[in-house]
């Protein structure tokens, strides 16, 4: 049996054509979520990048993890879904990134890997190398193709073709300079292809590209696929000062050049419009790597994973890019196709619970009939691709972070008055209510009810006053239950150590007092 683990980079959840989406197409997703099981409910656990990818790969939540920023190191004792398959005989592959940090213990200050965050994920074998934030054999390949290379290397990502963008009168946005039969995204998935058409035992890899991460420009024909007329208007307050003026940490990302939506109507409706198409051309190349799998008979023993590692605000709330506590930043796609038997009486069905990011590396794991190492914070969602009761009190809210803090400048702590320990959220949000706890400025609480958008605070109306207090009992139950195990299960008898697996949630609920 083998995996596939596929990850878009900033992918928002609702964007998928299954889902109903009023604008983007995605038929091959479509074709993937009709023969396995769509979550819609699911949720990252942090951002940026490295931090939820953290979370992704080694099942754990930030506050046990640690990695709270790009570049921030992962403690080498943790596990990850890398090393768990390859003790279990495999060599796990990976083409694009995974935004790994090494930790600095036992390495040479001098050693080159410790100068920036593009390592691959520690367990894995074979893997595409990525150099100043881009692919190296993609790179190679573009010189071969006869294409000019940049300085910078990250400028093939957003260097158009000459002429007029559509924000100034031009009949589409301007496509990118690479052909798409040579972007790095058709090109990962050829690589991919080609290793798993070399590999005679079963295999495991991680297809992670980049696209819809920005910059938002996508190539001929997805730049002119979606009218920029048709693309629907962002939820926002009316203006971007009453926005900031929901919440201090709020003002402060508003005022952030890299964060903030310049307020050109014509520029958001454009960067939208390629956004989506580079939406649909990681749907198109999908569909040759599941074209493939199917000619090979490799997709009857296959179980196929898809995700994103956060979303994007695309202008919700005054904001771009993946920041804060909106759930636009946290609402990530998740389709799972289990090949076996056991699964068909699920295929195509969508499930309406909260499952996290945390859960994918038990998930893997599980099918594989391995142990799942005591560090997971989240659980298997095997139950749910094969109709069978998932385990007790399963959770009803999803939960994230994010760590602000500016180590170099420290700009958010003198801003706001904080100390950079102190510049972190954590959000509890369930089907009514989302909570919002900062630990040293005041909260924000959402009905999401009456107030989808989250446009409105209600943390201080007395209404609320009792929603608040389950809310804070939740979280500190949550975190409570989730401190990092260590070696907690063992214990050491006259006998030897004695190991004891326990489940994180168990039958009994407690009340929630006022």
Avoid at 76 to 97: C, H, I, M, Q
Avoid at 150 to 169: I, M, S
Avoid at 186 to 212: G, K, Y
Avoid at 240 to 252: C, M, N, R, S, V
Wanted: glycine share 6%; aromatic share 10%; hydrophobic share 35%.
């Amino acid at each position: 049996m083998n995996v596939l683990f596929i990850t878009a980079d900033q992918w928002r959840g609702e964007c998928l054509s299954c889902l109903d989406h009023k604008v983007v197409r995605t038929p091959n997703l479509d074709r993937l979520a009709k023969q396995g099981v769509v979550f819609k409910k699911h949720y990252a656990q942090a951002t940026p990048c490295a931090p939820s990818r953290t979370s992704l790969h080694t099942g754990a939540y930030m506050f046990n993890h640690r990695c709270v920023a790009n570049g921030t190191p992962v403690s080498s004792s943790f596990t990850n879904w890398a090393k768990e398959v390859r003790n279990a005989g495999y060599d796990p592959s990976l083409f694009g990134y995974t935004d790994t940090a090494l930790d600095p213990a036992g390495i040479d200050p001098g050693d080159q890997r410790l100068k920036h965050y593009s390592e691959p994920l520690p367990g894995i074998g074979h893997y595409t190398p990525v150099k100043n934030d881009v692919n190296v054999h993609w790179v190679q390949y573009l010189q071969q193709q006869g294409y000019e290379i940049p300085e910078r290397w990250w400028h093939l990502y957003g260097n158009t073709v000459a002429g007029t963008p559509w924000r100034e009168g031009g009949a589409a946005p301007l496509p990118l300079a690479i052909e798409a039969q040579h972007h790095e995204t058709s090109f990962m998935v050829e690589q991919c292809i080609d290793w798993i058409n070399a590999q005679s035992d079963p295999w495991v890899t991680h297809l992670s590209l980049l696209r819809p991460h920005p910059p938002f420009v996508a190539p001929a024909p997805y730049n002119a696929m979606y009218c920029p007329d048709e693309i629907f208007t962002p939820v926002r307050s009316d203006s971007k000062k009453h926005q900031g003026a929901q919440h201090p940490f709020l003002a402060l990302m508003l005022s952030k050049p890299q964060f903030s939506d310049h307020s050109d109507p014509a520029e958001l409706l454009e960067a939208c419009s390629s956004y989506y198409g580079l939406m649909t051309e990681v749907d198109d190349c999908l569909g040759r790597l599941f074209d493939y799998l199917e000619s090979t008979s490799q997709w009857s023993n296959t179980l196929i994973i898809f995700t994103s590692d956060h979303g994007e605000q695309m202008g919700d709330h005054w904001m771009f890019s993946k920041l804060g506590f909106y759930d636009e930043s946290y609402y990530v796609p998740l389709i799972i196709r289990d090949p076996r038997a056991e699964a068909d009486s699920q295929r195509g069905s969508k499930i309406d619970v909260f499952t996290e990011n945390v859960d994918i590396m038990p998930t893997m794991l599980d099918w594989l009939n391995l142990d799942i190492p005591a560090q997971c914070d989240g659980a298997s969602l095997i139950p749910f691709l094969r109709g069978q009761q998932p385990p007790c009190h399963w959770r009803t809210e999803a939960h994230w972070e994010y760590d602000f803090r500016d180590t170099v400048n420290q700009e958010s702590e003198s801003v706001l008055g904080i100390t950079s320990h102190q510049c972190n959220l954590a959000v509890i949000r369930g089907v009514r209510y989302k909570y919002v706890h900062f630990t040293a400025l005041p909260p924000l609480l959402f009905d999401l009810a009456e107030d989808p958008g989250e446009l409105t605070n209600v943390a201080a109306d007395p209404e609320y006053r009792q929603i608040i207090v389950e809310m804070l009992q939740k979280m500190m139950s949550w975190r409570m239950n989730h401190t990092a195990r260590g070696l907690t299960e063992t214990f050491l008898t006259d006998k030897g150590p004695v190991n004891r697996s326990s489940p994180l949630r168990s039958n009994k609920q407690l009340p929630v007092s006022a």
